[in-house]
C-alpha cells in the first residue's frame, strides 16, 4: 500500500510504541484513530497533531468499546486500511514464587486478555470493517499489523503470562493471514526486542546500560521511531503477508 491517504486505527496509540506509530502515519497524511485508555494523553495527542487524527477511550478487552472506536474511524471521509496493535501491559511472577506460592492466576488471566484476546479483538473488528472497502491496488483491503514480542521466543523467568500472551500473538499471524486473503486483508507481526520506552526509561542509567550492552548491534535500546518505521514499511511493501519480524539487534533473551 503506497498511498497513506486513508483512515488508520492505533490501539495503544497515545503512549510508547503507539505514540511513534500514530505520529508517523499522521506525518504520512493518514487520518488516525488513536485507541487507548489514557484519555488525558490521547486527546493530548490529537489536538497536538491536529488534522484528521481523532481519539476514541477504547478498551481492548471490551467488543462494545473497540466497536465504537472502529465505527469512528469508518466515518472519515477515506476508507479504513490500516490497523495497528500496540496495547499491552506486562507482568513479572514466577510459576511457583520463591516463597512457594503458585502464580496469580488472575494476573495470567489479565495479561492474556489484553496482550492476546485485545489484539484478536482489534484485527477481527478492523478486518471486518476492511472487508467491506473497495479494493485497491492488486485487490487489497488493508493490512494488520500486530505488536509480539521477543519474549513469544526467548521468554525469561518470571515472563510466563507476558510470553504466552505473545506467543499466541505469533501463534495467530498465519492464520489470520490465511483467513483474510479472501478479502484481501494482510497481516504481519513485529516482535521487538528492548525498546525504550516509558516502562524502561524509569530504569536507573546503570540498569539502562546493561541491558544495551547485551545486544549484539547496535549497541543500544530500540527506540518507538524504529517500531514505527517497520510498522510503515510493512504497510508500504504489498507483498509481506502472514510473516513474523523480530527487531531486536540480534539479540537472544538469557533466562534471567
Excluded at 6 to 16: L, N, Q, R, T
Excluded at 132 to 149: D, I, Q
Aim: glycine share 14%; aromatic share 4%; net charge negative.
Amino acid at each position: 500500500m503506497k498511498n497513506f491517504d486513508v483512515a488508520a486505527v492505533v490501539s495503544g496509540g497515545a503512549s510508547g510504541l503507539g505514540e511513534a506509530t500514530t505520529r508517523a502515519l499522521a506525518a504520512r497524511g493518514a487520518a488516525v484513530t488513536i485507541m487507548d485508555l489514557n484519555q488525558e494523553r490521547g486527546q493530548a495527542l490529537a489536538a497536538e497533531l491536529g488534522g484528521h487524527t481523532t481519539f476514541v477511550r477504547t478498551d481492548v478487552t471490551d467488543e462494545a468499546s473497540v466497536e465504537a472506536a472502529v465505527a469512528e474511524a469508518t466515518g472519515k471521509d477515506r476508507p479504513l486500511r490500516i490497523a495497528i496493535s500496540c496495547a499491552g501491559i506486562g507482568l513479572a511472577q514466577r510459576t511457583v514464587g520463591r516463597d512457594g506460592a503458585p502464580h496469580e492466576l488472575g494476573g495470567f488471566t489479565r495479561v492474556l486478555g489484553v496482550n492476546l484476546i485485545g489484539t484478536f479483538n482489534v484485527l477481527r473488528l478492523a478486518a471486518a470493517a476492511m472487508a467491506r472497502t473497495e479494493p485497491g491496488e492488486e485487490g487489497e483491503r488493508g493490512v494488520v499489523v500486530n505488536t509480539a514480542s521477543i519474549a513469544a521466543f526467548d521468554g525469561q523467568i518470571g515472563q510466563l503470562a507476558y510470553s504466552a500472551s505473545k506467543g499466541g500473538v505469533v501463534g495467530m499471524t498465519l492464520p489470520a493471514a490465511r483467513d483474510l486473503s479472501s478479502v484481501g486483508v494482510r497481516v504481519c507481526t513485529i516482535a521487538p526486542g528492548l525498546v525504550d520506552t516509558p516502562l524502561l526509561g524509569s530504569l536507573p542509567e546503570e540498569a539502562r546500560a546493561a541491558l544495551s550492552g547485551g545486544i549484539p548491534f547496535p549497541k543500544r535500546l530500540g527506540r518507538p521511531s524504529d517500531f514505527a518505521e517497520l510498522a510503515l514499511a510493512i504497510v508500504e511493501n504489498g507483498y509481506l503477508n502472514g510473516e513474523v519480524i523480530r527487531m531486536d539487534g540480534a539479540l537472544r533473551m538469557a533466562p534471567r
